[in-house]
């Protein structure tokens, strides 16, 4: 496993799309194509915040290998730390390029940020036919939107190539190679709201708590009350008996 970074390209991204454009008539790969996708997903990637982004690699091909996947990273929005988790059998480069404007993070100005990732099969690995990878990147800030959009090129050794560039248009059918979508969502702000669910819950459970302690506590009142009452009317039985009989004895006498 080896990790090189490249040099700063101004237009990377030109690059890759004029090229993934040059080969979309190469999009039908091997003797027959699945319908799974490249995909990217995140459990905790959340606007403002820092997460971990998978993309998904099914091999489509049921005669050559993937052996290289080259992800755009939006760079209007730029994730401006961004880190490859390392792969096995793989090499991973990044790509920087100049930020017009500069980004601010957190009061500090930032003039590069990570515009493509490139990952590389070993000689003879790859991901084989029916069979899929996943790379990891880690890294934010994510901006304040709804989803992010990492065109990506899949690249197999047999020379060809599927572009999964195309946009995913709602309420029109799926495109033969959409582009990976990543959905964020405030799970951080919704994580704080489970929080104070939790802590709301918790506390209705001590109110409950108290209002079951003191009922128990009324109870308990009550019953000594009866209790107290009871033996009070006993000893009233009992003065009254024993009036009775000094009475019956007086008037014997």
């Not at 047999?158 to 999964?164: I, L, V």
């Not at 819950?201 to 009350?225: F, I, K, M, N, R």
Request: charged letters at 15%; glycine letters at 12%; proline letters at 7%.
């Amino acid at each position: 496993m080896s990790l090189r970074m490249s040099h700063p390209v101004r237009r990377p991204a030109v690059v890759l799309l004029s090229g993934a454009v040059a080969l979309t008539g190469l999009l039908a790969v091997g003797g027959g194509v699945a319908s799974a996708h490249v995909t990217v997903s995140s459990g905790d990637a959340a606007p403002g915040g820092y997460g971990k982004l998978t993309f998904r690699v099914p091999n489509e091909s049921d005669v050559a290998s993937t052996v290289a996947l080259r992800i755009q990273v939006p760079t209007d929005t730029p994730l401006t730390s961004l880190r490859a988790q390392p792969v096995p059998g793989w090499t991973v480069s990044l790509t920087q390029t100049q930020l017009d404007p500069p980004a601010e993070v957190h009061g500090e100005t930032v003039d590069q940020a990570v515009s493509v990732v490139e990952y590389r099969a070993e000689d003879g690995g790859g991901i084989a036919p029916g069979q899929f990878q996943e790379f990891a990147l880690s890294g934010g800030p994510f901006p304040d939107t709804e989803s992010l959009t990492f065109n990506a090129v899949q690249s197999y050794s047999d020379g060809t190539e599927a572009a999964w560039i195309e946009p995913t248009v709602d309420g029109q059918p799926e495109p033969a190679h959409p582009a990976p979508v990543l959905t964020l969502s405030a799970e951080g702000a919704a994580a704080d709201a489970h929080g104070s669910t939790d802590t709301a819950t918790s506390d209705t459970a001590t109110d409950t708590a108290a209002a079951d302690s003191a009922d128990e506590g009324a109870d308990g009142t009550a019953v000594t009350a009866l209790v107290l009452a009871v033996l009070g009317l006993l000893a009233g039985l009992g003065g009254l008996f024993l009036g009775l009989t000094a009475r019956r004895r007086t008037v014997s006498s």
